[in-house]
């Protein structure tokens, strides 16, 4: 099992910054495969990013890209997601997710964080 909990969301006007963090504990946090997911109201749940163990990230959604990046930190059992120049269709909840290397779908999900971008 593994254990997922996110923090660092809240409400930022339109052009700002947030960084969200998710803190990993149970397993062996190098194992995994992290990544990031949203979901807005009324809209079905949609990955953000992704990045393999070797903290190379791996995946981006198009309408991230330049503008987010994903980063882990093995030895503090994190991974984070630094979103720039938010805009307001990134409100969603966060959610942080993680799979073991050898799996073919995410597992594990955190609580997730609200992100609102007001305009």
């Known amino acids: 099992q593994v254990q997922l909990v996110e923090s660092g969301g809240g409400l930022v006007q339109a052009g700002g910054s947030l960084r969200l963090s998710c803190a990993a504990s149970g397993r062996t946090f190098s194992d995994y495969v992290m990544g990031w997911f949203r979901q807005a109201p009324g809209k079905e749940r949609e990955s953000v990013a992704r990045?393999?163990?070797?903290?190379?990230?791996?995946y981006y959604a198009d309408s991230v890209k330049g503008r987010f990046t994903i980063s882990r930190d093995n030895g503090k059992n994190t991974v984070y997601l630094q979103m720039n120049s938010l805009k307001p269709e990134d409100t969603a909840v966060y959610y942080c997710?993680?799979?073991?290397?050898?799996?073919?779908?995410?597992?594990?999900w955190g609580q997730g964080t609200q992100v609102t971008v007001s305009s």
């Open positions: 997710a993680a799979r073991l290397f050898t799996a073919l779908q995410f597992d594990y």
């Open positions: 990045i393999n163990r070797g903290r190379a990230p791996t």
